[in-house]
């Protein structure tokens, strides 16, 4: 397959921090499902500042950078966590990226919330639905509004901002309706968006495209404030009427085989890869790290 270098869209480039441990959840799109998420975790713990270091290195300032937090659940090991996060704060890592965020189903979020100040900006929270009874069936588990409101509030009050999550995984009925309770659910609860993201195993994906098409179409309630259509995924960002964010992402399952140095991965061993799958070591890349490229057909 043929690669050019990316000269227009978004180009932050993100670096993941696989968190080691597992999870708790029982999602049925889980992303994990075909990954080995073996690992040691003191071998992660040793070795991935200076894997954190040398990617940020090598990309320099040829494109932002967003660090995500994920995991499995990054929250599942909260003592752990913390001792990760006290090593990020050490290595001051906001001062050498765009930003940090991390993504979690928040099990044992409160607690590990007083390491996180200095740390992460940002904290997606996967709800999946904001139905109780349907979260619970997703998930395997289910916090209440009041939890989600004391979260979202200690979260704020070290100055870091959430939104929620859902992966969309079957057509729904009267899609509309759902995704405005939705959203309406999570501004009363607190949250600042809503993020819904397609199942990347889903055969019926187009269902999906339609639904962004639809609500971008919808200027009653909706401004556009960023649409992209690229090789590895089809997005936008909406902002409605009374200021909630709404973001829509279609993405592949693995981003290096559509686009290349798009991402790049510290799995659960502490090593930095150029894909998910850990095919490739980041010093094996054959590419210029920094830089985007996006497949082409010959």
């Given at each position: 397959?043929?690669y050019?270098?990316?000269?227009?869209?978004?180009?932050?480039?993100?670096?993941?921090?696989?968190?080691?441990?597992?999870?708790?959840?029982?999602?049925?799109?889980?992303?994990?499902?075909?990954?080995?998420?073996?690992?040691?975790?003191?071998?992660?713990?040793?070795?991935?500042?200076?894997?954190l270091?040398?990617?940020?290195?090598?990309?320099?300032?040829?494109?932002?950078?967003?660090?995500?937090?994920?995991?499995?659940?990054?929250?599942?090991?909260?003592?752990?966590?913390?001792?990760?996060?006290?090593?990020?704060?050490?290595?001051?890592?906001?001062?050498?990226?765009?930003?940090?965020?991390?993504?979690?189903?928040?099990?044992?979020?409160?607690?590990?919330?007083?390491?996180m100040?200095?740390?992460?900006?940002?904290?997606?929270?996967?709800?999946?639905?904001?139905?109780?009874?349907?979260?619970e069936?997703?998930?395997?588990?289910?916090?209440?509004?009041?939890?989600?409101?004391?979260?979202?509030?200690?979260?704020?009050?070290?100055?870091?901002?959430?939104?929620?999550?859902?992966?969309?995984?079957?057509?729904?009925?009267?899609?509309v309706?759902?995704?405005?309770?939705?959203?309406?659910?999570?501004?009363?609860?607190?949250?600042?968006?809503?993020?819904f993201?397609?199942?990347?195993?889903?055969?019926?994906?187009?269902?999906?495209?339609?639904?962004?098409?639809?609500?971008?179409?919808?200027?009653?309630?909706?401004?556009?404030?960023?649409?992209?259509?690229?090789t590895?995924?089809?997005?936008?960002?909406?902002r409605?009427?009374?200021?909630?964010?709404?973001?829509?992402l279609?993405?592949?399952?693995?981003t290096?085989?559509?686009?290349?140095?798009?991402?790049?991965?510290?799995?659960?061993?502490?090593?930095?890869?150029?894909?998910?799958?850990?095919?490739?070591?980041?010093?094996?890349?054959?590419?210029e790290?920094?830089?985007?490229?996006?497949?082409?057909?010959?």
């Amino acid at each position: 397959m043929k690669y050019i270098e990316r000269k227009n869209y978004n180009k932050v480039i993100t670096v993941k921090l696989v968190i080691p441990g597992g999870c708790n959840a029982k999602c049925p799109f889980c992303y994990n499902k075909d990954k080995d998420m073996s690992c040691d975790k003191q071998q992660f713990l040793d070795n991935f500042i200076e894997s954190l270091d040398d990617i940020i290195t090598r990309i320099g300032g040829k494109n932002p950078i967003s660090v995500d937090i994920t995991g499995g659940e990054p929250t599942l090991d909260p003592e752990y966590l913390s001792k990760i996060f006290i090593k990020l704060k050490e290595f001051n890592i906001k001062s050498k990226v765009l930003r940090v965020t991390m993504t979690t189903n928040g099990s044992h979020l409160k607690e590990v919330i007083p390491y996180m100040k200095d740390v992460v900006d940002y904290v997606n929270i996967s709800i999946h639905d904001w139905q109780p009874i349907r979260r619970e069936e997703i998930l395997g588990f289910c916090f209440n509004r009041i939890d989600y409101k004391d979260m979202i509030q200690q979260l704020n009050d070290i100055g870091i901002t959430v939104s929620a999550c859902a992966v969309i995984f079957k057509k729904i009925p009267n899609f509309v309706k759902w995704r405005d309770f939705f959203i309406d659910w999570a501004k009363d609860v607190g949250f600042i968006a809503v993020r819904f993201r397609c199942d990347v195993f889903w055969n019926d994906a187009d269902v999906f495209d339609s639904y962004l098409t639809e609500s971008m179409s919808e200027t009653d309630k909706f401004d556009v404030i960023d649409y992209e259509n690229t090789t590895d995924s089809h997005w936008c960002r909406l902002r409605r009427k009374d200021k909630m964010r709404v973001f829509f992402l279609h993405g592949v399952l693995d981003t290096s085989i559509k686009t290349k140095g798009i991402e790049y991965v510290i799995d659960t061993d502490g090593r930095c890869y150029c894909d998910y799958y850990r095919r490739t070591k980041v010093e094996d890349y054959q590419y210029e790290v920094g830089k985007i490229y996006d497949a082409v057909s010959d």
